[in-house]
């Protein structure tokens, strides 16, 4: 027997008069007391259902009881809806299903929301993401998601790249998150480590020979919960011997040309421009700009360094940004609270009124000259007075936030752009270490290696990322092949020779016995399926996904493990505070 002849999307006039059987979903039922009409929904579209009393009693009953989301099997035939009743917005709309025969497949209790419902709560989403996942933007996310892996899979493999599978349960591989880690039973005390990424697994394969590698990888980063981050996530992982970023970045360039087009129809120039990471951070204050709006942010160190307002002449950098509108000083002073929980002291404010006036409590001690040359009627300079890193984060966060609030970011516009020369290493507040900017395999340029001991704020990696309308898609790096080499990077770091030996031994020793230079990027599936579809919420590019804190609405993972379980793996838990689904 078979369910269905015919999908609910294909009905059109050409199969007037002839019988068919449907079957899906009821999206929607009206009922006029006499005829009833059921939306009848699959995964290729929805078609009208007709059930007539006169014409099939017994139909017509069953159809009575039929409830939004029951699974129906309906018989009949194609017939042309009257012209008043066609409706042009359907692709089958023309035509609908005169109903003879109806099964209900399988009924549904009442929804905890419905399929065309917005703004329903996230958790409850979560919690019936079957349910969710009917819904058309959550279907189109899932397909788009599906075709863009492919895209992928076909240019890597036309560029003879090899698909290889790495471990998941492993030893930590650092990407700067904290490890998942799973307790090996028949190895008491001790644990695996899932990876944040197949980073050192890829640099053994190409070792190894394999001198093209790619992977739709699986990476788990146990992150503190931030809105853009997710804990569990795919990404496109490339390694390759012999690295040449030219070919790296135009391969990347076709692969993300390839999903536009044929995903969304937009047709991306490549290729990408160059930003070097120094002017990113001086004009746009962060390594992954937006220039979909201009406000970039404006040096005034030197403009102000004579000035008689202190905070300006004894700053160690004074920057602006300057804002096309009249702020109020409420607004200014929103701002100001909001500039000082990223780590400002304070915020500088000019307004040039359109009629002439200059509205600030500091132009009196600023030089007319310098305000004529700042003066822009009908906008608001707002200045941060500090050090570059201070200056540059505020003032970037600032237009981010104005750029949309105000509605400047040209939504039409696709911004993609490589960030290149990227810094080698980073300074961490919390413990006064510098460490790896990338990850610390990443290679230092060939004048970086000695700056790296003296000056590491300054030394540079051949390390680059993609970029497309302020959000990073893409991050790769080229590697360091000489054993000496990395281990004088790992002591710069602040990893000693134990912990280099206990930690990457194996890595160290692939590195002694013929390592090629090789070097490679990953791509972020879920954040490049955001972009591309626009979908504001990570979560909602993953078919199964957890809350920030890692909490699974629908199976309720985590979950707490019987005694037997624990006293299996030699694990006692002492839980402090009853644990919270956030
Ligand atoms: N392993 C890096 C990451 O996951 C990417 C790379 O360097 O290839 O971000």
């Given at each position: 027997?078979?369910?269905?002849?015919?999908?609910?999307?294909?009905?059109?006039?050409?199969?007037?008069?002839?019988?068919?059987?449907?079957?899906?979903?009821?999206?929607?039922?009206?009922?006029?007391?006499?005829?009833?009409f059921v939306d009848l929904?699959?995964?290729?579209?929805v078609t009208q259902l007709v059930?007539?009393?006169?014409?099939?009693?017994?139909?017509?009953?069953?159809?009575?009881?039929?409830?939004?989301?029951?699974?129906?099997?309906?018989?009949?035939?194609?017939?042309?809806?009257?012209?008043?009743?066609?409706n042009?917005?359907m692709?089958t709309?023309?035509?609908e299903l005169?109903?003879?025969?109806?099964?209900?497949?399988?009924?549904?209790?009442?929804?905890?929301?419905?399929?065309?419902?917005?703004?329903?709560?996230?958790?409850?989403?979560?919690?019936?993401?079957?349910?969710?996942?009917?819904?058309?933007?959550?279907?189109?996310?899932?397909?788009?998601?599906?075709?863009?892996?492919?895209?992928?899979?076909?240019?890597?493999?036309?560029?003879?790249?090899?698909?290889?599978?790495?471990?998941?349960?492993?030893?930590?591989?650092?990407?700067?998150?904290?490890?998942?880690?799973?307790?090996?039973?028949?190895?008491?005390?001790?644990?695996?480590?899932?990876?944040?990424?197949?980073?050192?697994?890829?640099?053994?394969?190409?070792?190894?020979?394999?001198?093209?590698?790619?992977?739709?990888?699986?990476?788990?980063?146990?992150?503190?919960?931030?809105?853009?981050?997710?804990?569990?996530?795919?990404?496109?992982?490339?390694?390759?011997?012999?690295?040449?970023?030219?070919?790296?970045?135009?391969?990347?360039?076709?692969?993300?040309?390839?999903?536009?087009?044929?995903?969304?129809?937009?047709?991306?120039?490549?290729?990408?421009?160059?930003?070097?990471?120094?002017?990113?951070?001086?004009?746009?204050?962060?390594?992954?700009?937006?220039?979909?709006?201009?406000?970039?942010?404006?040096?005034?160190?030197?403009?102000?360094?004579?000035?008689?307002?202190?905070?300006?002449?004894?700053?160690?950098?004074?920057?602006?940004?300057?804002?096309?509108?009249?702020?109020?000083?409420?607004?200014?002073?929103?701002?100001?609270?909001?500039?000082?929980?990223?780590?400002?002291?304070?915020?500088?404010?000019?307004?040039?009124?359109?009629?002439?006036?200059?509205?600030?409590?500091?132009?009196?001690?600023?030089?007319?000259?310098?305000?004529?040359?700042?003066?822009?009627?009908?906008?608001?300079?707002?200045?941060?007075?500090?050090?570059?890193?201070?200056?540059?984060?505020?003032?970037?966060?600032?237009?981010?936030?104005?750029?949309?609030?105000?509605?400047?970011?040209?939504?039409?516009?696709?911004?993609?752009?490589?960030?290149?020369?990227?810094?080698?290493?980073?300074?961490?507040?919390?413990?006064?270490?510098?460490?790896?900017?990338?990850?610390?395999?990443?290679?230092?340029?060939?004048?970086?290696?000695?700056?790296?001991?003296?000056?590491?704020?300054?030394?540079?990696?051949?390390?680059?990322?993609?970029?497309?309308?302020?959000?990073?898609?893409?991050?790769?790096?080229?590697?360091?092949?000489?054993?000496?080499?990395?281990?004088?990077?790992?002591?710069?770091?602040?990893?000693?020779?134990?912990?280099?030996?206990?930690?990457?031994?194996?890595?160290?020793?692939?590195?002694?016995?013929?390592?090629?230079?090789?070097?490679?990027?990953?791509?972020?599936?879920?954040?490049?399926?955001?972009?591309?579809?626009?979908?504001?919420?990570?979560?909602?590019?993953?078919?199964?996904?957890?809350?920030?804190?890692?909490?699974?609405?629908?199976?309720?993972?985590?979950?707490?493990?019987?005694?037997?379980?624990?006293?299996?793996?030699?694990?006692?838990?002492?839980?402090?505070?009853?644990?919270?689904?956030?």
């Amino acid at each position: 027997m078979s369910w269905r002849d015919l999908r609910c999307g294909e009905p059109r006039p050409e199969h007037e008069g002839r019988a068919f059987t449907l079957a899906g979903w009821a999206a929607r039922r009206r009922d006029h007391g006499g005829l009833v009409f059921v939306d009848l929904r699959d995964e290729t579209g929805v078609t009208q259902l007709v059930v007539n009393p006169e014409h099939s009693p017994a139909a017509a009953a069953v159809a009575h009881g039929v409830r939004n989301e029951f699974v129906l099997q309906a018989t009949g035939r194609i017939v042309r809806r009257t012209q008043e009743t066609v409706n042009p917005k359907m692709p089958t709309g023309e035509v609908e299903l005169q109903v003879d025969e109806l099964r209900v497949l399988s009924t549904s209790t009442p929804l905890p929301f419905q399929l065309d419902e917005e703004n329903v709560d996230e958790a409850l989403r979560q919690q019936y993401r079957w349910l969710d996942l009917r819904r058309e933007t959550m279907q189109r996310n899932i397909r788009i998601r599906a075709q863009l892996v492919r895209i992928i899979r076909e240019e890597m493999e036309r560029e003879g790249f090899v698909d290889i599978e790495t471990p998941i349960l492993w030893k930590p591989t650092p990407e700067g998150a904290r490890d998942f880690l799973v307790p090996a039973r028949l190895q008491r005390g001790k644990f695996y480590a899932l990876p944040q990424s197949p980073q050192i697994a890829k640099q053994l394969l190409v070792i190894s020979g394999f001198e093209r590698y790619y992977q739709i990888a699986r990476c788990f980063r146990d992150e503190d919960p931030r809105a853009d981050r997710l804990q569990e996530l795919t990404q496109l992982d490339v390694e390759m011997a012999f690295p040449d970023r030219e070919f790296l970045f135009a391969l990347m360039e076709r692969i993300v040309q390839r999903i536009w087009r044929e995903c969304i129809g937009v047709e991306l120039s490549a290729p990408f421009e160059r930003v070097p990471y120094d002017d990113a951070m001086l004009r746009y204050g962060i390594d992954r700009p937006d220039r979909r709006f201009a406000m970039e942010i404006q040096e005034a160190t030197d403009d102000t360094r004579g000035s008689e307002f202190g905070v300006f002449a004894n700053a160690p950098c004074v920057r602006y940004i300057s804002v096309p509108r009249e702020l109020s000083r409420t607004e200014v002073q929103t701002l100001e609270t909001q500039a000082k929980s990223w780590g400002a002291k304070g915020l500088a404010y000019i307004v040039f009124r359109a009629d002439g006036e200059v509205g600030s409590p500091i132009a009196k001690f600023l030089d007319d000259d310098l305000l004529a040359r700042w003066r822009e009627p009908g906008h608001t300079l707002l200045f941060v007075a500090d050090t570059p890193q201070v200056a540059a984060k505020v003032l970037g966060l600032l237009r981010l936030q104005l750029g949309r609030e105000l509605g400047l970011v040209d939504e039409s516009r696709w911004d993609f752009l490589w960030v290149v020369d990227m810094p080698a290493a980073e300074y961490e507040e919390e413990t006064g270490r510098w460490h790896a900017a990338h990850h610390p395999f990443t290679r230092p340029t060939d004048e970086s290696v000695e700056l790296f001991k003296t000056d590491p704020g300054a030394a540079r990696a051949v390390a680059y990322d993609l970029v497309a309308n302020g959000i990073e898609l893409a991050g790769g790096s080229f590697r360091i092949h000489e054993p000496e080499l990395q281990q004088r990077v790992f002591e710069y770091l602040g990893i000693g020779e134990e912990e280099q030996r206990e930690k990457f031994g194996f890595l160290l020793r692939a590195l002694e016995m013929g390592a090629p230079p090789h070097g490679g990027i990953a791509s972020g599936i879920d954040r490049l399926l955001m972009a591309l579809v626009g979908e504001e919420r990570i979560r909602d590019t993953q078919a199964f996904p957890k809350n920030q804190v890692g909490y699974d609405y629908m199976t309720e993972a985590p979950i707490e493990l019987a005694q037997e379980q624990l006293d299996e793996l030699g694990i006692s838990v002492e839980v402090e505070e009853p644990s919270s689904a956030g």
